[in-house]
């Protein structure tokens, strides 16, 4: 069946440092889209690649979809305190109209 | 414009009772998903409705969980009976329909905890 994973499954970084989380979709998705999910709180959307080989860029996130459209991954440079909380890719494999969401990174900043 | 509501916020029953959830999504959002969260993973889609019919079911629990959404405006979720297995969190989101079809961002609510002992 269809799977959507994340890698790391944890990342801890010092208040600074860069993070980049990685998302791998077992068939072609539609599109992909990612979303934040604050400890104790709802997944709150970021943004959506829909092109193949797609770069989107939000201040310090950059959100990058592969040619294949079967991977993507979120950059985050000069990690803030803020940026803590887990990181999910999502999206309707080609053709079909459901919707997966991705196991999920767990970032902690530490000041 | 108002956010997905949904109640109640928390829920502890003992196993084998019934419990239901209910989700008002944003208005004029056809499209309805609940979601279970459980501790550490992420949301597992349900079910899907575009306005009141059922798109997507394909991994609902139906010996146990129901769904519906009279009107195509709020839906409620139930559980009869509840399992442990069941303690999680339970998503309810909405998003408009694009009309070139692609997807658009989805509203999630506050979830419902459910703890089932």
């Known amino acids: 069946g269809q799977q959507v994973m994340q890698i790391p499954q944890y990342q801890h970084v010092q208040e600074g440092e860069d993070f980049t989380t990685y998302c791998n979709s077992s068939?072609?998705?539609?599109?992909i889209q990612w979303y934040k999910q604050r400890p104790g709180g709802h997944p709150v959307f970021l943004i959506q690649?829909?092109?193949?080989?797609e770069v989107k860029k939000q201040k310090r996130l950059t959100f990058q979809f592969g040619e294949a459209k079967k991977n993507s991954s979120l950059h985050i440079t000069a990690t803030q305190t803020t940026d803590v909380g887990t990181y999910f890719c999502?999206?309707?494999?080609?053709?079909?109209?459901?919707?997966?969401f991705g196991s999920g990174t767990k970032l902690n900043v530490k000041p | 414009e108002a956010g997905v509501a949904q109640s109640p916020r928390y829920k502890i029953i003992e196993k084998r009772q019934s419990v239901a959830f209910w989700c008002n999504p944003i208005?004029?959002?056809?499209?309805l998903y609940w979601y279970q969260q459980i501790l550490g993973q992420g949301p597992k889609l349900l079910i899907q409705?575009?306005?009141?019919?059922?798109?997507?079911d394909s991994q609902l629990p139906k010996d146990r969980f129901s769904a519906e959404r009279l009107k195509g405006v709020d839906s409620t979720l139930k559980i009869q009976p509840a399992k442990l297995e069941d303690s999680a969190v339970y998503l309810c989101?909405?998003?408009?329909?694009?009309?070139?079809?692609?997807?658009?961002?989805?509203?999630f609510g506050p979830g419902t905890r459910l703890t089932v002992l």
């Open positions: 989101a909405s998003r408009r329909v694009r009309r070139d079809g692609n997807y658009n961002e989805q509203f």
């Open positions: 068939t072609t998705l539609s599109n």
């Open positions: 690649l829909v092109k193949s080989g």
């Open positions: 999502a999206g309707p494999p080609h053709r079909f109209n459901k919707f997966y």
């Open positions: 208005s004029g959002h056809a499209t």
């Open positions: 409705f575009q306005n009141n019919g059922v798109v997507d």
